[in-house]
């Protein structure tokens, strides 16, 4: 998914991203640094992931946006910087995924469809 939007942080940091949605939820795509590493936050409603560009691994949250922000359709850029700011908080609650087991996961998916 292409970036076509920029989030702009209070101090000024840019974060391109570009989003989409359908009657189930919405999802947003933004480019990051985290941990010193380039990466792409996942965001749908029921939670997100961080998905490293250096080794495919993910940072996985099962911190769900839907819960700080009920009954939403979407995000305002303000939610998106909170809800960015609360998984900096929580950064010991992600799980990491090795790009292996994100694969098998991928495969898995391919074959139920």
């Known amino acids: ?8 942080s ?7 991203y570009s989003e989409s949605f359908d009657g189930e939820s919405y999802y947003y795509e933004i480019s990051i640094f985290f941990d010193d590493r ?7 409603k029921w939670g997100s992931h961080i998905a490293f560009d250096d080794d495919d691994s993910w940072l996985d949250f099962k911190i769900a946006p839907s819960d700080f922000f009920p009954n939403q359709k979407e995000l305002s850029h303000g939610n998106i910087l909170s809800y960015m700011n609360t998984l900096l908080e929580r950064e010991s609650e992600g ?5 292996e087991e994100v694969e098998e996961h991928y495969q898995r998916y391919l074959k139920s469809e």
């Open 10 to 16: 209070e101090n000024g940091q840019e974060f391109p």
């Open 38 to 44: 380039d990466g792409e936050l996942f965001i749908s």
């Open 1 to 8: 998914m292409p970036y076509d939007k920029i989030i702009v």
């Open 95 to 99: 799980r990491v995924i090795p790009k």
